[in-house]
């Protein structure tokens, strides 16, 4: 009988469509809180929904602004080996991120097939003439210099749809992997946590997390930290 890990091992060196589901575990070992953990970004902060929705970003652009700027950006995290080994396999043309993270630190790490779900915090524009800003000047003022325009990052805000686009390519690549790597996330919160039901029925499902999930058929389960998991997949 061939150990668990040398099985996933082996699962990893024939996939070749590979998808990884990541959430916001992946994120932590880079200096990143999450949102709902114990001391996760919800749990300090009782109307931290409001603050990330379209409801405040119109209502209050002031109170959202400090919100975002205060507790969401942080400019000097660096991707961790999560990251790397992902992003290798994706340079490989074997793999493709589809990530909730909007931290960009899959970008950093040269993630080739990547999909933001929900969108990136260093992606910046002008409500009133859509131009891209740097978001190093969005980080200084919430306005527009050449129009006066409210600067917003690119990110699906509560009561705010998907980037369409983006919905299609991840259910494309859910239908085409032969092995679906699950990483970081509890897979609770929708629409993301419904890419399961696209996926080829045929893929192997691996869970690397920290807490069981129930996703109401077969998987590999790996109970332990991710950087330890990825630290030893040879890639």
Same mark, same amino acid.
């Given at each position: 009988m061939m150990g668990m890990e040398a099985r996933l091992q082996a699962a990893f060196d024939h996939a070749q469509h590979i998808v990884f589901l990541t959430g916001a575990g992946v994120s932590t070992p880079s200096g990143i809180p999450d949102y709902r953990s114990k001391n996760g970004?919800?749990?300090?902060?009782?109307?931290?929904?409001? /603050?990330?929705?379209?409801?405040?970003?119109?209502? &209050?652009?002031?109170?959202?602004? @400090? *919100?975002? =700027?205060?507790?969401?950006?942080?400019?000097?995290?660096?991707?961790?080996?999560?990251?790397?080994?992902?992003?290798?396999?994706?340079?490989?043309d074997r793999a493709t991120v589809i990530t909730q993270n909007i931290d960009n630190l899959y970008r950093?790490?040269?993630?080739?097939?990547?999909?933001?779900?929900?969108?990136?915090? /260093?992606?910046?524009?002008?409500?009133?003439?859509? &131009?891209?800003?740097?978001?190093? @000047? *969005?980080? =200084?003022?919430?306005?527009?210099?050449?129009?006066?325009?409210?600067l917003r990052p690119d990110v699906v805000l509560y009561d705010e749809g998907l980037n369409q686009l983006n919905v299609q390519l991840a259910v494309g690549a859910m239908e085409q992997a032969d092995l679906v790597v699950i990483?970081?996330?509890?897979?609770?919160?929708?629409?993301?946590a419904g890419l399961l039901d696209y996926r080829n029925k045929q893929a192997e499902v691996v869970v690397v997390n920290q807490e069981q999930l129930n996703l109401g058929f077969d998987y590999d389960m790996v109970q332990a930290d991710a950087t330890e998991f990825f630290s030893e997949l040879k890639v």
């Open positions: 970004l919800y749990t300090g902060h009782r109307n931290a929904e409001y /603050y990330l929705s379209h409801t405040c970003l119109v209502q &209050e652009p002031e109170v959202f602004y @400090d *919100y975002v =700027k205060q507790n969401l950006y942080y400019p000097d995290a660096q991707p961790n080996v999560i990251h790397t080994k992902q992003a290798a396999l994706t340079q490989q950093v790490a040269d993630t080739k097939h990547l999909v933001e779900f929900h969108g990136n915090l /260093y992606n910046v524009y002008c409500q009133i003439c859509g &131009e891209h800003v740097d978001w190093h @000047d *969005y980080l =200084k003022s919430p306005y527009h210099e050449a129009d006066g325009g409210w990483v970081g996330t509890s897979m609770r919160v929708y629409p993301f």
